[in-house]
């Protein structure tokens, strides 16, 4: 990439001052935190996954000493969700997609604050932490991810672990690593895909062809059914099919349309739109929507319970000087992590603008790239580019700006860590 792609890339064009700045960031010399740039702000951060690292590092990045970074997470590593799919066929450890906070407080002075934020009081301009601390702010970001809406039947907490969806990555992962390989040679495997706009439209078909592949190996006769509630593949429907028909015929049965009413996990029943079906695992993804902290605060405004942003500034439409970015919110834009760190960097950008009397980049631009693993050995990708369309106020879809791969292939599944890593990097160190 270069300096003036960088710039298109991050959606920053600021003043001259700033501009300079970032000639640093240009030479690839990132970790670079300006002593001071004469902006001045208290930025708290909830949740520290792909947007919520990202926005406070470039906060700091871009803002400088005088701009504080306060992150709040609950856990102590974040786990990532990319090439967690990786983990059911034993390709990778949940511990290789761990990620810690010791970087982003060392090398940009964010102050990282173990916790779970309760309540977020916006016209006090103040967070609430479950162990009562209240955290002061000029600007506050969530980002907390999604949370789950609850299949019928599947309440308790009992056939939850009997039924994982494992779409968030850490113990359900491993339970359904586990009932996987406790499959017997020509089970069933039943997974059931929720309506959009849900996290990682990819997901589930790149699940369905890893699973399917590793059953071929190691329980010859098992069948993957795929319950789709969309009425066909959301994502790479070309190399989708491919992998579904061809490269795992007789394994796959995707059935697009398909609506859940419940599911039994005693009987490991699903009672579906096309009659009852029994398996040995059932991988049920519900459908979701913005995380609890954004729920309860009254900030999910969108249909779906999603919050509503401007996307100039990633600012709630209800609540002035707090700002929603990754895949709690409601825009045009895919719920993936590659958005999600792009999302936080038109964000930061335009959060230093406004500490700084500026107004927000009019025309940000974002681009999201994906790989799909196919088999253990290839895959699949997808990328897209999203450009703001004053006309509708949203970011759209740029001409010829959605492609898939050409074709599948082990190239692309080389490159595929390559991305991987340069993504963490840029969000985590
Ligand atoms: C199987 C699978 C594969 C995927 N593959 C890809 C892929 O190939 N490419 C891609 O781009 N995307 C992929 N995704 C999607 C990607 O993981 C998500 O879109 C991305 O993680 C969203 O980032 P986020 O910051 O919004 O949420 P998250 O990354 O989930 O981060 C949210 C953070 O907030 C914390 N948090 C929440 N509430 C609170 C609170 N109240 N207090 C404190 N902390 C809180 C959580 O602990 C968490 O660390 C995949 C997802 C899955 C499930």
């Known amino acids: 990439m270069n300096r003036r792609d960088f710039f298109r890339f991050t959606g920053f064009g600021a003043s001259a001052a700033l501009l300079s700045r970032l000639a640093d960031a240009a030479t690839g010399q990132l970790g670079f935190v300006p002593t001071n740039t004469g902006i001045k702000g208290r930025v708290v951060v909830i949740g520290g996954g792909m947007a919520g690292a990202t926005v406070a590092k470039y906060l700091r990045l871009w803002g400088g000493s005088g701009v504080t970074v306060t992150l709040v997470e609950r856990d102590a ?30 090398r940009y002075g964010i102050k990282v604050v173990r916790g779970e934020a309760k309540a977020i009081d916006h016209v006090g301009h103040k967070v609430l932490l479950a162990d009562g601390t209240s955290l002061p702010y000029d600007r506050l970001v969530v980002a907390p991810g999604i949370e789950f809406n609850v299949i019928p ?83 790479e429907p070309e190399n989708f099919s491919h992998a579904f028909d061809v490269i795992h015929q007789g394994v796959i ?45 009254g900030l999910a405004n969108a249909p779906g319970q999603w919050a509503d942003v401007n996307v100039l500034t990633y600012q709630s439409t209800v609540a002035p000087g707090v700002h929603i970015i990754g895949d709690s919110s409601a825009t045009t834009q895919p719920k993936a992590g590659h958005i999600a760190n792009q999302e936080a960097k038109i964000c930061a950008d335009a959060i230093v603008r406004l500490l700084a009397g500026l107004s927000p980049d009019p025309a940000p631009v974002t681009n999201s790239a994906c790989y799909s693993p196919i088999t253990s050995q290839t ?6 580019r999203f450009a703001y369309d004053p006309a509708t106020a949203k970011m759209a879809l740029v001409a010829g700006g959605l492609v898939e791969a050409p074709s599948i292939s082990k190239d692309n599944y080389e490159e595929m860590f390559k991305w991987f890593n340069t993504l963490m990097e840029d969000s985590f160190a």
Not at 81 to 105: C, D, H, K, M, P
Not at 203 to 226: F, M, N, Q, T
Not at 262 to 287: E, F, H, K
Not at 379 to 384: D, E, K
Request: proline fraction near 6%; aromatic fraction near 6%.
């Open 77 to 106: 590593a974040y786990t990532s969700n990319i090439l967690s799919n990786l983990v059911l066929n034993g390709q990778r450890t949940l511990t290789s997609l761990q990620f810690g906070y010791s970087t982003l407080a060392s």
């Open 153 to 235: 039947g599947l309440e308790t907490a009992a056939a939850q672990a009997k039924v994982p969806h494992a779409w968030k990555a850490g113990a359900q992962t491993t339970t359904l690593k586990n009932q996987i390989a406790a499959m017997p040679s020509g089970g069933t495997f039943v997974m059931t895909i929720p309506a959009k706009p849900y996290r990682c439209p990819p997901g589930p078909y790149e699940r369905a062809c890893v699973v399917a592949d590793w059953l071929k190996r190691y329980r010859p006769g098992s069948k993957v059914i795929v319950l789709d509630a969309n009425s066909g593949i959301l994502a």
């Open 253 to 297: 049965d995707y059935h697009p349309g398909v609506t859940i009413n419940s599911i039994n996990a005693s009987t490991m029943t699903l009672n579906t739109s096309m009659g009852a079906l029994r398996a040995n695992v059932i991988n049920a993804i519900p459908s979701q929507r913005a995380g609890s902290i954004l729920t309860a605060s």
């Open 379 to 384: 895959a699949s990708w997808l990328s897209s």
